[in-house]
Protein backbone atom coordinates (compact mmCIF):
# COMPACT_ATOMS: atom_id res chain seq x y z
CA UNK A 1 0.00 0.00 0.00
CA UNK A 2 2.73 2.68 0.88
CA UNK A 3 4.58 1.89 -2.72
CA UNK A 4 1.23 2.73 -4.28
CA UNK A 5 0.77 5.94 -1.83
CA UNK A 6 4.82 6.79 -2.89
CA UNK A 7 3.69 5.68 -6.38
CA UNK A 8 0.34 8.16 -6.89
CA UNK A 9 2.03 11.23 -5.19
CA UNK A 10 4.72 11.12 -7.51
CA UNK A 11 2.56 10.91 -10.05
CA UNK A 12 0.35 14.05 -9.23
CA UNK A 13 3.31 16.10 -8.23
CA UNK A 14 4.74 15.28 -11.54
CA UNK A 15 1.50 16.75 -12.92
CA UNK A 16 0.94 19.58 -10.62
CA UNK A 17 4.88 20.44 -11.87
CA UNK A 18 4.20 20.29 -15.88
CA UNK A 19 0.67 22.28 -15.12
CA UNK A 20 2.96 25.04 -13.52
CA UNK A 21 5.27 24.54 -16.62
CA UNK A 22 3.02 25.34 -19.08
CA UNK A 23 0.72 27.77 -16.98
CA UNK A 24 3.45 30.20 -16.46
CA UNK A 25 1.73 33.67 -17.95
CA UNK A 26 1.29 36.56 -15.22
CA UNK A 27 -2.94 37.33 -14.95
CA UNK A 28 -4.04 40.72 -13.14
CA UNK A 29 -6.33 39.01 -9.82
CA UNK A 30 -8.47 41.83 -8.42
CA UNK A 31 -11.09 41.37 -5.51
CA UNK A 32 -14.18 43.37 -6.51
CA UNK A 33 -14.61 45.08 -2.84
CA UNK A 34 -10.54 46.26 -3.25
CA UNK A 35 -9.49 47.94 -5.83
CA UNK A 36 -5.94 46.65 -5.95
CA UNK A 37 -4.96 44.38 -8.28
CA UNK A 38 -2.18 41.40 -7.50
CA UNK A 39 -0.19 40.10 -10.43
CA UNK A 40 0.24 36.09 -10.26
CA UNK A 41 1.16 33.58 -12.35
CA UNK A 42 -1.67 31.63 -14.09
CA UNK A 43 -0.67 28.30 -12.45
CA UNK A 44 -0.44 30.61 -9.01
CA UNK A 45 -4.36 31.49 -9.44
CA UNK A 46 -5.64 27.86 -10.61
CA UNK A 47 -3.96 25.78 -8.04
CA UNK A 48 -4.84 28.27 -5.02
CA UNK A 49 -8.42 28.40 -6.19
CA UNK A 50 -8.56 24.20 -6.11
CA UNK A 51 -6.75 24.05 -2.95
CA UNK A 52 -9.50 26.53 -1.56
CA UNK A 53 -12.27 24.00 -3.09
CA UNK A 54 -10.92 21.38 -1.47
CA UNK A 55 -10.78 23.23 1.87
CA UNK A 56 -14.64 23.85 1.30
CA UNK A 57 -15.39 20.54 0.04
CA UNK A 58 -14.07 18.93 3.49
CA UNK A 59 -15.24 21.66 5.77
CA UNK A 60 -19.07 20.72 4.56
CA UNK A 61 -18.33 17.41 4.40
CA UNK A 62 -17.37 17.18 8.11
CA UNK A 63 -20.06 19.50 9.25
CA UNK A 64 -22.58 16.92 7.56
CA UNK A 65 -20.20 13.98 9.39
CA UNK A 66 -20.61 16.45 12.89
CA UNK A 67 -24.24 16.55 12.25
CA UNK A 68 -25.19 12.62 11.33
CA UNK A 69 -22.99 12.25 14.74
CA UNK A 70 -25.16 14.05 16.80
CA UNK A 71 -28.24 12.69 15.37
CA UNK A 72 -26.78 8.69 15.90
CA UNK A 73 -25.76 9.69 19.72
CA UNK A 74 -29.03 10.95 20.13
CA UNK A 75 -31.05 7.91 18.93
CA UNK A 76 -28.74 5.57 20.81
CA UNK A 77 -29.02 7.14 23.88
CA UNK A 78 -33.04 7.23 23.41
CA UNK A 79 -32.57 3.63 22.52
CA UNK A 80 -30.58 2.76 25.39
CA UNK A 81 -33.08 5.12 28.00
CA UNK A 82 -35.78 2.96 26.39
CA UNK A 83 -34.63 -0.14 26.80
CA UNK A 84 -33.69 0.60 30.65
Known amino acids: MRII ?19 RTVVDVS ?26 GIMIMSWGLLKATIKHKQLSFKIKRSID
Open 5 to 23: SSIFSLILIFIIAIFAISN
Open 31 to 56: MFPLESAYKMPLYMVVLISTLFGFLW
